[in-house]
């Protein structure tokens, strides 16, 4: 008989939205009329903008061209959607062509990076923590067992909470790989430039490599946020940037991402050799992935064109005055909430201490309404509840309604 991964059997549960899905699903059985309205799972609504249906309109049509019909295409990504990511998001840090790895999407990017770290490497992730970047690396072998303070073995965890601003501190202890992502998911809150060097400089004096989730930098509205951490001094030294067009162009259902990898971004041997990364990920993306397919890369590009850019712009605000209402009316109950600025989540306090997934009963039962417990994303995310803006505006409304007049606090 063959031997599983029993890393798998170390897992705490069910993934977080898989079970806040059966939650809802069960109420809805026993519940036929009720309006259930979810601000929970971060998946966008507005359909894709016009300048990427057009694009891949028209790549259909070369596809069924003969003289324009494309088979395998480069794994790293066509060099059309390359040279655009370069040209509009890293031109001016020195971004070179081979250093982007397009994808189908940052979820996937995050899990699969750590395949080219050895699994005695020591990782550090923020909590709460989006469930990925922690769950991968138990997959991987690389935790102990979970604990009853609800935290794996060997992973050091950075403690974010509204009494640090959600900033992390420093480990104590030196480690190898830091999970960063800003703005945060699922806080809504993010890093400004001092605070983001803080990491790049201990990176640089620890032989560390930061991992930075950057998938929703398109949502960034205040100016001393960065927009990627290669605008930090050193960072192409020390850090790997997963980004993504789910949440920035409504590719949730289309799948594209990408990763940016340094050639100067480097790891070492047992013998202490050192050794750039890149290579190591082209040979891993090389041969187990056979590249986004090239109608979804055409509708990826066309966001950089002026017409896709204020497309694009259009959802990011629409989103974000959802956001704003959402903040607004959360507040006029008197619950405490984060984020909503730079992101578009906004994480709350629970009322009264509440427990994370005894609000999210309550809002489910009293209101009709589906958010995410933040105890789903670590420790720390006991007593906080996470709301996204991702909904219509029709039902955004309609949902701070529910709460400001028949939520019973």
């Known amino acids: 008989m063959a031997l599983i991964n029993e890393n798998y059997l170390k897992l705490a549960g069910s993934y977080l939205f898989r079970e806040t899905a059966h939650r809802t699903a069960a109420y809805k059985e026993a519940h036929p009329s009720a309006d259930v309205i979810s601000l929970g799972i971060g998946d966008v609504t507005l359909p894709l903008p016009d300048a990427c249906i057009q694009a891949m309109h028209k790549a259909v049509d070369e596809m069924g061209d003969a003289t324009t019909f494309r088979g395998y295409g480069p794994e790293q990504g066509y060099g059309f959607l390359i040279d655009a990511i370069i040209e509009n998001n890293y031109k001016k840090y020195?971004?070179?062509?081979?250093?982007?790895?397009?994808?189908?999407?940052a979820k996937s990017d995050c899990g699969n990076i750590q395949e080219i770290f050895s699994s005695d490497n020591t990782i550090a992730i923020t909590d709460p923590v989006y469930p990925v970047y922690l769950d991968t690396n138990v997959m991987?072998?690389?935790t102990g067992t979970l604990q009853k303070d609800g935290r794996y073995e060997g992973v050091t965890y950075l403690p974010c909470s509204a009494e640090n601003d959600f900033v992390p501190a420093l480990p104590e202890k030196r480690v190898d790989l830091i999970y960063l992502c800003s703005p945060n998911n699922p806080t809504g809150t993010a890093l400004t430039r001092d605070q983001l060097k803080v990491w790049v400089d201990y990176a640089r004096e620890n032989d560390s490599i930061i991992l930075f989730d950057a998938a929703y930098s398109a949502y960034i509205s205040e100016p001393e946020v960065p927009h990627t951490i290669f605008e930090i001094e050193g960072a192409k030294d020390v850090a790997i940037e997963f980004r993504s067009f789910s949440k920035t162009a409504g590719f949730t259902g289309t799948r594209c991402g990408y990763i940016v990898l340094p050639k100067t971004v480097m790891g070492k041997t047992l013998d202490g050799s050192k050794k750039p990364l890149n290579p190591l990920w082209n040979r891993r993306h090389t041969t187990k992935f056979n590249g986004t397919a090239y109608i979804i890369q055409r509708g990826a590009a066309a966001i950089f064109t002026p017409e896709g850019k204020k497309q694009v712009q259009a959802s990011i605000d629409y989103y974000m005055e959802n956001a704003r209402l959402i903040r607004d009316g959360i507040s006029e109950v008197g619950i405490t909430c984060f984020g909503g600025v730079n992101s578009p989540y906004i994480w709350l306090k629970t009322p009264n201490n509440m427990p994370s997934w005894d609000f999210f009963d309550k809002l489910l039962n009293d209101v009709n309404i589906v958010g995410t417990p933040g105890a789903g994303f670590g420790p720390c995310g006991e007593g906080y509840?996470?709301?996204?803006?991702?909904?219509s505006r029709e039902k955004t409304k309609e949902a701070i309604e529910r709460i400001k007049h028949n939520l019973k606090l």
């Open 385 to 391: 509840f996470r709301l996204t803006a991702f909904g």
């Open 94 to 105: 020195g971004i070179e062509k081979d250093e982007v790895f397009v994808s189908d999407g």
């Open 140 to 142: 991987a072998g690389r």
